[in-house]
């Protein structure tokens, strides 16, 4: 017992990490509690109990925020399961192009948020616009992406799977070569088309992956900023605000209390969507 | 025994190389340069291109000047990304020994008595203009010092569009309007809104103060004491009524959500646009792109509902402020009074366009001021103007570029917008502990 104590590491060791992970880690969320029923300034602080968070419920964009960053969330993350889905399944197939291919799907996955979303705004603008140019010489009507309230919303979250498709797929590649070959043999033996292959075998043998794809990307969904700062900053009025841009918003006018109230909200929302969605998601694993 | 100690060892280690981490973290910031001999002043102000002008005009003048004395010029961003910025360099006691920043209600958050020293008794100050050092005052002392010239919001206009369709400058909102409609008919777009970079959108509703205190003299009081609100005052709701009205009539230019403030620029310059309107600091910019084109430019004040009650909406220019607790107080006082003097707005015309009068009584204007300047002058010396909303009261709704947005775009209508921003104000009220709110 002794030699076995002796040997192992001291917990010393910890230290540094522990010591990281608390000051920058946990202190912070902790301290954020606290703060979020208080008024403070960087030089002090008044108690003013949950003040913060009727206020921001009362925040007149905040309603169409949290509808935005749930469609948003939902849009995005659907959309990069069934096009990650698709795209994995053409790259895993023998096609001659299928390096440079997946190097093109994974490459916007490795710029700048705010460049691709300063790049796309341009790209988006109704009169100079490359989108609408190119529409115009097909005889098609453009749209006004970012300034229409009816669509400006889809158009960032239609930038944002551009930008992450790349990564779901990489999810969905590695996940379907996991998928053991036998199960192609027996398909062949039973006489089974390309549709059976992916429906029968592909679709649900891939559901870590699948699983992977809707956590990531529906938590991101959900926390989204930088992009939608970039292309409209949450306009145009309120439009396109995400509850992530309305807290930022109040950091900026200096109501920093206001602001990390919005935090602890937007951290139970996520905890609340999240974690549910997670278990749900493991058990029909386990099932399986 | 040993091995314990060498445990101990380990824990401590690893504990000094974590403060040895957070020690370095809190050096990264500003590394002092103390001059060898003479005084050397660290000056902060924006990055904008014409700030950074006169800061560079300002730094010269004075060096030669006063020899043995050197200024440092830093930059920060611009907006509220430099407001934070401030705000974080006086909290943690870093600040450089002289700062630019606005004049107003943006001054009163800084908390100007633990951070600003009191330049009240100051001899420069008698030649400063009182309505200056109204904004840049608390508990009644004076913190700042003008840097530049007063500002104006109102309509910049296409001097050759104007002539070329025998239209004259309006003097009430109708005669605007019937203009307006004179300029769509003849194909040219006649406002130009530039709502991608939201703030522009504000104007229309800011410009229009000079008409609200016309109409409701005590409103700036009232509704700083929340006794009166946008949506429940006519005079107050009529500016947000302007606003809509263009949306409705179809004045704005077509991609009007999509424009930027630069755009803008290019579109009046050009002659795309008839009108623009804009806070009076544009002028350095137009000057400097499109240079032949600045004399084509006029301005007129935004108009109110009757002709003989007709007068202008001024911004006072941002101020320098002295950090109390820097290493060079006197010194950075002396170089404060020099900003402040006639000589100061000298070096400040050399490099940058006066946008409007100097708050500094006895400074002379350059002979070659453009067009729209002298379009002003006449409701200076006419005594016709009024300062600008956030320069009376402290208020000022961190929401209203979105809510003018959405006024301007056709998503809400006056009534809600202004209400909505009644709303909005509240929030600043309280975080400043008002009292009424």
Sequence with gaps: MNRVFRRTYSYWFLMPAAVIYFVIFLLPTVMSFFFSFTRWTLADWEFIGLDNFVMFFQEQSLRIGFQNTLIYAVVTCGLKVILGLLLGVLLTSRLRTRNYLRSVIFFPTLISTIAVGIAFSMMMHPTQGIINTALGWAGLPGLDWLGDTRVALLSIALVDVWKGVGFATVIYISGILSIPPDYYEALQIDGGGAWHKFWNIIVPLSRPATNSVIILSFIGGLRSFDLVWAMTQGGPGFTTDVIASIIYKQYQGGFYGLATAGNVILFVIVTVLAFPLYRYLNKREVDL | ?437
């Design chain 2, 1 to 437: 025994m040993s091995k314990r100690g060498i445990r101990y060892m380990a824990g401590l280690i690893s504990l000094l190389m974590m403060t040895g981490m957070l020690a370095a973290c809190g050096n990264g910031g500003s590394g002092d340069t103390g001059g060898a001999s003479g005084t050397n002043l660290t000056l902060l102000t924006d990055n904008s291109q014409d700030a950074v002008n006169v800061a560079d005009a300002l730094k010269a003048a004075y060096e030669k000047k006063n020899p043995g004395v050197t200024v440092e010029v830093e930059t920060r961003p611009g907006g509220s990304e430099g407001d934070n910025l401030v705000k974080t360099r006086l909290a943690t006691g870093d600040m450089t020994d002289v700062f630019f920043y606005n004049s107003g209600s943006l001054m009163t958050v800084l908390s100007p008595e633990a951070n600003m020293e009191d330049l009240t008794g100051e001899a420069f100050q008698a030649n400063i203009s009182d309505d200056f050092k109204s904004t840049v005052s608390m508990n009644g002392k004076v913190y700042g010092a003008p840097v530049g010239a007063t500002m104006s919001g109102g309509w910049f206009y296409n001097k050759k569009i104007y002539k070329d369709l025998g239209l004259s400058v309006p003097k009430t909102w109708d005669e605007l309007m019937a203009n307006n409609e004179k300029i769509k008919a003849a194909g040219i777009t006649p406002v130009i809104g530039t709502m991608k970079d939201s703030w522009t959108a504000q104007v229309i509703l800011l410009a229009d103060q000079y008409n609200v205190a016309q109409a409701a003299p005590n409103f700036a009081k009232d509704f700083t004491a929340h006794q009166a609100t946008f949506a429940g005052t006519p005079a107050a709701l009529r500016s947000f009524e302007k606003l809509q009205q263009v949306f409705d009539k179809g004045y704005w230019n077509k991609d009007f959500l999509a424009a930027t403030y630069d755009n803008g620029i290019k579109m009046l310059a050009e002659g795309k646009g008839a009108q623009y309107p804009m806070l009076s600091f544009a002028l350095p910019v137009i000057q400097q792109n499109f240079p032949d084109q600045v004399d084509n430019i006029g301005f007129f004040a935004q108009p109110g509902d009757s002709a003989d009650k007709n007068g202008l909406t001024v911004w006072m220019p941002g101020a320098a402020y002295v950090y109390k607790n820097g290493s060079n107080v006197e010194a950075a006082k002396k170089f404060v009074a020099f900003i402040a003097s006639k000589e100061g707005a000298a070096a400040i015309a050399t490099v940058s366009t006066p946008t409007g009068p100097y708050p500094v009584k006895d400074a002379q204007m350059p002979d070659n001021i453009p067009s729209a300047v002298k379009d002003m002058l006449p409701y200076f010396d006419q005594n016709k103007t009024s300062l600008a909303l956030e320069f009376v009261s402290p208020i000022k709704g961190p929401g209203l570029p979105q809510i003018a947005v959405e006024v301007g775009a056709g998503i809400k209508k006056a009534p809600e917008g202004a209400a909505s921003y009644d709303q909005d104000v509240e929030k600043q009220a309280k975080q400043m502990g008002l009292e009424g709110w």
